[in-house]
């Protein structure tokens, strides 16, 4: 059974830095997919960041809303994926959610969340 857990997420001032982590088990975990996405209050669930292999390399891609403020990264031995996001703002208040799957369009397992809090 695939197993994503979330951690990392907390209460951080705007401009300040937050490393999320999500800890994988169940499959192979360098051969999937693994995103990070997020959910604001009232709001629909959005894409953050995902990283695959693919073809010996290893690919990475953002929502433009996180783009060079935030860095996506796993951990193959750890299966670990972390997403790295600074110069925070309150626009980031969200729970953040790590995903696996063959690509991002097709995610099968999701974790619980972790929520971050950006005061201003």
């Known amino acids: 059974q695939v197993q994503l857990v979330e951690s990392g997420g907390g209460l951080v001032q705007a401009g300040g830095s937050l490393r999320l982590s999500c800890a994988a088990s169940?499959?192979?975990?360098?051969?999937?997919?693994m995103g990070w996405f997020r959910q604001a209050p009232g709001k629909e669930r959005e894409f953050v960041a995902r990283i695959s292999w693919s073809w010996s390399s290893i690919s990475t891609s953002y929502a433009d809303s996180v783009k060079g403020r935030s860095t996506i990264s796993r951990d193959n031995a750890k299966n670990t994926v972390y997403l790295q996001m600074n110069s925070l703002k309150p626009d980031d208040t969200a729970i953040y959610y790590c995903?696996?799957?063959?690509?991002?369009?097709?995610?099968?397992?999701w974790g619980q969340g972790t929520q971050v809090t950006v005061s201003s």
């Open positions: 995903a696996t799957g063959p690509s991002v369009a097709q995610l099968d397992y």
């Open positions: 169940g499959r192979t975990f360098s051969r999937y997919t």
